[in-house]
């Protein structure tokens, strides 16, 4: 297994337009989480999935976001009419459902530049 | 809402220890972690701590947790380039993904 995967690495979009970002976890984590990460600063929690189930979103995640893991494996996160307040790197993690804390895999991030 | 405070720099010489602190205000935590993110990466998973217990060794890492002050601190010995990168202390809850508050990271240079 390689990994948490996220696609695209980069994305790069005018102010106004949608985007969608995949991220495909390690098989077999039934957990994932999605993170916003500003330069300078620590992850921040934006939602998290127990299989397909939408368990906890954070106020962060305005209308214009919308998460969904349809089938409980790779998840999307879509942000309608971006601002440029929404440039940043957005990671996506896993974990195993089995493990009683929540020890997290991380991706690579998707760095989103709104012009 | 909860905090979690980290100094933004930290540098040390190659062979020495690095002390990594971090302070936090959720008495509820339970899980406490470490991770550490190199340029262009996503963050990796270094080790953890249960909040009843106030030390764990793991190779060169030595978790330290003073529960009562509500700090953690990470010390790598023997400390290489490798180890150069950004460290971010994580206190989190069992009940709840969402109380997972990362802290502002560390940023560990090494010297010659």
């Known amino acids: 297994d390689t990994g948490v995967s996220q696609d695209p690495r980069h994305k790069i979009t005018k102010r106004g337009q949608n985007v969608t970002f995949r991220c495909d976890p390690i098989?077999?984590?039934?957990?994932l989480y999605w993170y916003r990460q500003t330069l300078g600063q620590g992850p921040e929690f934006l939602t998290y999935?127990?299989?397909?189930?939408?368990?906890?979103k954070s106020r962060l995640l305005s209308d214009r976001f919308s998460a969904e893991r349809p089938k409980g494996s790779f998840s999307t996160l879509e942000i309608q009419r971006t601002e440029q307040g929404d440039s940043a790197m957005y990671l996506c993690a896993s974990s195993p459902s089995d493990s009683n804390n929540y020890e997290q895999y991380f991706g690579p991030g998707t760095r989103l530049t709104v012009t | 809402g909860e905090d979690v405070e980290q100094s933004l720099f930290l540098s040390v010489r190659e062979g020495d220890s690095s002390v990594i602190n971090c302070t936090y205000t959720?008495?509820?935590?339970?899980?406490l972690y470490w991770y550490k993110q190199e340029p262009g990466a996503g963050l990796q998973l270094l080790t953890y701590?249960?909040?009843?217990?106030d030390m764990k060794q793991d190779q060169r890492l030595t978790v330290l947790l003073n529960k009562k002050d509500k700090h953690l601190s990470l010390r790598i010995a023997d400390t290489q380039t490798g180890d150069s990168a950004i460290y971010f202390c994580?206190?989190?809850?069992?009940?709840?993904?969402?109380?997972?508050?990362f802290g502002s990271g560390t940023r560990l240079s090494i010297r010659p």
């Open positions: 098989s077999e984590h039934n957990r």
């Open positions: 701590i249960f909040s009843n217990m």
């Open positions: 959720d008495s509820s935590s339970t899980y």
């Open positions: 994580a206190p989190g809850q069992y009940s709840s993904a969402s109380k997972i508050i």
């Open positions: 999935f127990q299989n397909e189930a939408q368990l906890e």
